[in-house]
RNA sequence: GGAUAGUUAGCUCAAUGGUAGAGCACUGCGCUUACAUCGCAGGGGUUGCAGGUUCGAGUCCUGCACUGUCCACCA
C-alpha cells in the first residue's frame, strides 16, 4: 500500500451541483458503461416506460427516472450487465390532441380539414420531434443511465414493423377482428377511445320519469330523454310481478321519431326492480349496456331493433324524425321534455348525480355510437397458448405463465394483483381502431372491385398477404361488399384502399418490453425465441419495471397480453407500482391548479441528486407522497453533509497514491493490526456492517426510502456527529477513514450518482464510480465486534454530562471536574476517558473509581449503572435536590410497571424466554439505580 | 353498490406483536478551524372511535367514523 501525504486540496465548503453535474454525465456517457455490450455478467434489464412526446419532463417522470436509476445503478455495481433502454412514446391521440389545440390558438378552425392529412401529420411529427429532443436531454440531467445506443420510438421503423407483426398475427388467430358494436366516441375529437381511456366524472343532471304514450302500461326513466326516440324495447327483471305480464309483448308509441316506436318488453336479470320504475328504456345503438342486451336478444333469436339517432357529429339524424333531425343532443333533449310536458306524459323530474365518461384528451362526454371498428377479442381461446388472452393476464399475475412458478409477475405492492383481477373481471373487447391520423395506421387493404378467387392471393415476395377467411367474412356483414387483405404491405394490383384509421397508441406500447429488443421475430405462432444472441433472447423478459398506479390497466395489462401472446413470454418478473406526487397541501399537480414544479428549475436550484432523493425518500410503494421546497431543501444538505464529510477526510487526512495500481485496501488490512482498533473504529465498522447489509437488502426489495434512511442516519448520525469528532483527536486513523468514505460513496451512488462521482474524483480515482463494485466488508470478521455496546455506552455517558451541562446552563467553556464510578466497568471508562474528556463534556479533570464515595456539591447522574458526579462551581443545591426527586419519581414509575409485569405468571411462563430475562435485568438495573438516586438526595445537605 | 389504502408529535412520514422514532417546525445554548446548507441540548404522542384475540396490540380480528383512490350494466 502506498500512502502520499498529498498537499491539501481546496475544494469548496459547499457543494455547488451545478459546476459538475453536465461533465460528469458527459464523462459517463463516453466510458461505455451505459451500454451493456461493455459490461459482463448476468443480463438484467429495465425498460423506461416510454414519456410522451406531448411536452417536457414532470415531477412523475423524475420520480420514476430516479426510480430505475437507482435500481440500474445498484445493479450495475452488482455485476450485472446492465441494460436501461430509453424511449419516447408518440402518444397517438394525446399528441395529435394536443397540436390541434396549439392549431387552433394560433387561430386555425378546423386544422383536420383545413391542413389535410399529410400536412398535418407533418405538423405534429415536427413538433412530436421538438418535444422528444427537450425530454432526452432532461432524461440526462437527471442522470439517467440509459443506453442511448438503443434509443427507441414507438412509431418509429423497427417498432412499426412489431405492431404490424404482432396485427397481422392476432388476426390470423382470430383475435382481432372488425365488428359493428357500440364504442365510445369523442364528438370533439372525432374519434373512437376505448373503455379503459375514459375519465370518469360526477356531474349533477335530471332524471326524468316518463310514459312514451298515455295508453303506455309501463313508465321509465332516463337522464337522456332525446336517446329515447331511438328505444326500441324495454328491459324489467324477469322476477318482477309487476311487469311479469308484459314480457314478450310488443308496444307501438309515436314520440316524433321518424317511424312510431316498436317497442319490445324484454326480460334481463340487470334490471334492478328497485331503481326507478323497475323498468328500462332499452336504446341498442347508444347505451353499451342496452347494446349489450340487444346482442344477448339477438343470441337469444328474439332480435330487437337498432335505431342511430344520434349521428358522428353529435346532432341528431334523420330517424329521431323531422322535429328532431339537426339538432344538437341538448337542444333536442329540451325539445323532447317540453314535450313529454306538453302531452302530459312526463311523470316525475328529479336532481341526481350522475357520473359520464368523458374523453381524457379531448374532455367531452363521448357519446354511445354504433359504429364498424377493429377489435380484439379477449376471451377466445388462442390454440397455441391453450388460453384466452383475459386468462393468460391473470395466469401470469396469479400463477406463472403456463402455471410455470418462475414466470410469475411480482407485483409490488401485492395488493394490486386483486385490483387487477378484479378488472379483468369486467374486460370486453377492446377497441383498438382510433380515426385520428397520428399513429400506426392499420395495415389493412380494402378493395371494392369484385374477386373471382378469395384463397387465391399469392404470398408474393416480402409482403405477407392473409386472405379474409370465410368464417371472418360471415362475421363482418357489413364488409361483404369488400375485399379486405391485412398486410403490412400495400398488396400488388390496383385499386387497394388502406384503412384510414390508426391504432390505439397502447397497442404498440403493448409491445415496449419486446419491440425495443427487436422483438416479435417473424416465425409462425407458437414463435420460440431461439437460435442466436439477440438482444430479445438476452435481455427478455426484462427484469424489474415500474409505473404509477394510473397506469396499471392501460399499459401493464396490455404488456403481459401482448408479451404472453406474441412471445409465449412474461414482460418483466418484478413490477413496482409508484404512487403519485402531490403538492405540499396534498393536490394533484396540473397546470389548471398552477402548482406545476418544473424539475430543471428545482435542479437548478438544488442540484440532480438532491432532487432524486427528495423524491424517493418517504415513499412507499402503491401510495401518494407530497413534494414540496423543504422536502428537497433536506436533500440538498444532506447532499452537503456528504460532501463535507469528504472534504474533511480529503484535507485532514493523507489519501492514497494516484497509482494506477489496483486498490489493495480491504478489510482484511484492518486484521493484521485488530489490536490497534479503538472502540470507536469497532462501533464505525459495525454499523458500516449492518450499513450495507441492510442497504442491500432494501435495494434487492425495492424499499428506495427505507434504503435511504439508514445512509442519511450512519452518514449524519454515526459518521459525521461522531466518528468524525473522534478522529480529531484519536490517532491513526486514514485508512479507516477512507475505507469508510470508499464504502459510502458507493453505496450512496445509486441515490446520488454525481456528488459521489465527483467525490471519488477527488479521491483520485481513475476508474468510474459508477462503474465499481457494490461495498462490502469481506471477510465477515468477528474483529470488531462487541465494540458497539460498549460504545454505546459511552455514548450515553457522554449526552447525559452534556445534557446536565445544558439543564444547569453551565456556561460552554466552563470547564468542570468529573467522578465517574463504573463498577464492573471501571476498565473500560478508564481506556475511553479520552473520548469522555474530548467529546465536548468540558471536563478537565476526570476521576475513575471502582465503587467511589459520595462526592460533595456535585450534580449526580446514572447511567446504565454507571454513576458520574459533576463538581461544579456554584452547585445549586436545590435545583439538584428537585432534579433528583423527579428522577426518582419517574424511576419508580418504571419499577412499579416493570414489577407487575414480572409479577404476572402469565407473562413470566409464556412469553419468550430471552424477552423475560432482558425485562428482568432491566428491573434490576433500574431498582440499583433507584436506590443510588435515593441515596444521592438524602446525602444532599 | 363493490373493492382498496390511509387515519401515529404542529406538518410530512417511520416503526418482523415486546416500554412509540426521524426530518421539518418550535425552545435554549453555541461562529468547537469539514459543514450555519452547521453543532449541542430540549419540549411535544391515551397511535381516529368502540369492542375482541393475546402474558403483551400502533401492529392481528370485528364494527363505526372520517379522508383518498379504483371498479361496476349508477337506468
Known sequence: ????????????????????????????????????????????????????????????????????????????????????????????????AKVEKLLVAEGMKNPRQELGREKLLEKIREYAEASKATILSQIKKMGTSCDWSRLAYTFDEPRNKAVNEVFIRMYNDGLVYRGHRVV??????????????????????????????????????????????????????????????????????????????????????????????????????????????????KAQGQPIDLIQVISQDGKMTAAAGQDYAGLTAEQAREKFVAWLKENDLLVKEEDITQSVGTSDRFGDVVEALPMTQWFVDVNKKIPARGASLKEMIKQAIVKGHHNDAKQKIDITPERFEKVVLNWLDNLHDWCISRQIWWGHRIPVYYRRQEISNISGFARSGRARQYPISNEMQNANADANAEEILVSAEKPEGGGWEQDPDTLDTWFSSGMWTFSTLGGPEKSPLPPPVKGGKSDLKTFHPSNWMQMGYEIIFLWMVRMILMSTYALDQIPFKDVYIHGMLRDQSGKKFSKSSGNNIDPLEVIKQYGSDALRFSLVSGISPGNDSRFYAEKVEGARNLVNKLWNVARYIITNFSGYARSGEARQFSILNFQLNAEKLTLADKWILDKLEKLISGVTDDLDNFRFSQAGEKLRVFTWDDLADWYLEISKFEQGKNEILYFILES??????????????????????????????????TPPTPLYKGGSEQFE???????????????????????????????KRVKLIEEQSELIKKLRTGIEELEIENTGEKVEQAIYLTVSGVEIYLAVPGFDFKAEADRLAREIKVQTERIKSLSARLANKEFTSKAPANIVKAEKDKLDLYKSELGKLKEQRSSLK
Request: hydrophobic share 40%; with cysteine; net charge positive.
Open 1 to 96: 500500500m502506498v500512502w502520499l501525504n498529498m498537499p491539501k486540496k481546496d475544494l469548496p465548503k459547499s457543494y455547488n451541483p451545478a459546476d459538475y453535474e453536465d461533465e460528469i454525465y458527459a464523462q459517463w456517457e463516453k466510458s461505455g458503461f451505459f451500454n451493456p455490450d461493455n459490461l459482463t455478467g448476468e443480463p438484467y434489464s429495465i425498460m423506461m416506460p416510454p414519456p410522451n412526446v406531448t411536452g417536457v419532463l414532470h415531477l412523475g417522470h423524475a420520480l420514476e427516472n430516479s426510480l430505475m436509476d437507482i435500481t440500474a445503478r445498484y445493479q450495475r455495481m452488482n455485476g450485472k450487465k446492465v441494460l436501461l433502454a430509453p424511449g419516447t412514446d408518440h402518444a397517438a391521440v394525446a399528441t395529435q
Open 184 to 297: 365510445n366516441w369523442s364528438v370533439k375529437g372525432q374519434s373512437t377511445s376505448s373503455d379503459d381511456e375514459l375519465i370518469y366524472m360526477e356531474r349533477p343532471a335530471k332524471l326524468w320519469t316518463f310514459k312514451y304514450s298515455k295508453d303506455f302500461p309501463l313508465a321509465i326513466a332516463s337522464t337522456r330523454p332525446e336517446t329515447k326516440l331511438g328505444d326500441t324495447a324495454v328491459a324489467v327483471n324477469p322476477k318482477d310481478k309487476r311487469y311479469k305480464k308484459y314480457i314478450g309483448q310488443i308496444f307501438t308509441a309515436d314520440v316524433g321519431a321518424a317511424k312510431p316506436l316498436r317497442l319490445k318488453v324484454i326480460a334481463d336479470p340487470a334490471v334492478d326492480m328497485n331503481f326507478g320504475t323497475g323498468a328500462i328504456g332499452v336504446t341498442p345503438a347508444h347505451s353499451a349496456v342496452d347494446f349489450l342486451m340487444y346482442e344477448k336478444q
Open 744 to 777: 459510502l460513496l458507493k453505496l450512496w451512488h445509486p441515490f446520488m450518482p454525481f456528488v459521489t462521482e465527483a467525490i471519488w474524483r477527488e479521491l483520485g480515482k481513475e476508474k468510474l464510480l459508477m462503474a465499481e463494485k457494490w461495498a462490502d466488508i
Open 793 to 823: 455506552l459511552i455514548k450515553d455517558v457522554v449526552a447525559a454530562i452534556r445534557n446536565a451541562r445544558s439543564v444547569y446552563k453551565i456556561e460552554p467553556n466552563q470547564k468542570i471536574k468529573a467522578v465517574i464510578c463504573s463498577g
